[in-house]
């Protein structure tokens, strides 16, 4: 059994929560901790520190602000505690990579809440990939932008200090799915970039070209100020795959493949939203149990992600 317990009661921590109404022996919920909401509920810790101290929590989530989540881990790590944190780990590689290093020996203790790695769509993407009537990956595509209407001084989003950006709060999607593709991680290199900054001098759009595996070109969108088309695509030798909806993937969702001769869809169908596959694969692998988790973001993958993000900052 796996006692969960959660750090931040913001949208991202309720939504966590709620994946704990259909659970099963595996996990359960045992304490919350906010800085921010009510604390009269019985699972409530009166603060962060008691929660992380507590002997009936084996495994912390955190959702809280981007800027907060460095010192949370370290904290975490240091009494034990397995843990699952929200993106991004850190607000620079420096920052990822002093957990990294303190991590050492506790490395299967640890995964970054990207979660649509865990949606049973991500699996069959990398099925179809190793289909070798479709041919070698030549070219990859990946978007993720939406459209804020005002920008608010004071909001997260667009705040530095806060983690605030497009880059920062978004960017680990495309790249994540790039590495998906990839062979070793260090084989992810950054051909070109761009961002575009807004008057709280943090960036609103960002452009990023990569090489994979030395062959295979990458290029990915984020954005605060576009309405992006927030697909994904593949381009193979033998074949086009296109995944429309590669973030927030549903319980029922397809990928489109398009070949010379045919144009046809993959439908997958599963009972369980994108967050409870996430609980349940993480949970898994904490008891070592997960045949599936090498689609999971582990602090090597992290690293790598705040390496190419860090670029892309510059």
Known sequence: MINWGVIGFGRMGKTFTNCFK???QLFQLRGIASNSNSKNKNEFYKNYEDLIYSSEIDAVYISTLNNTHKDLVTKCIKQNKK???EKPLGLNLNEVKE?????SDKKDSFFEAIAYRSHPQTLKLKELLEDRNFGKVKKVEANF????KKIKKDSRLFNKSLGGGSILDLGCYP????SLLNNDFNDLEVIKSDRILCETN????????LRLNNQVTAIGRVSLSQNLDNICRVYCENAIITVSSPWLPSEKTFLE????GRYFKEFIITKKNVYEHQLENVSLAFKRKNSK??????IEESLEISRILDEWLK
């Not at 932008?145 to 804020?148: E, Q």
């Open 145 to 148: 932008g939406f459209k804020v």
């Open 202 to 209: 943090v960036d609103v759009h960002g452009e990023i070209e």
């Open 257 to 260: 493949i398009e070949t010379k």
């Open 99 to 103: 957990i990294y290093d303190l991590l």
């Open 175 to 178: 790249v994540s799915f790039f």
């Open 22 to 24: 259909n659970t099963d």
């Open 83 to 85: 843990v699952l944190c």
């Open 293 to 298: 988790n090498s689609l999971l973001v582990n």
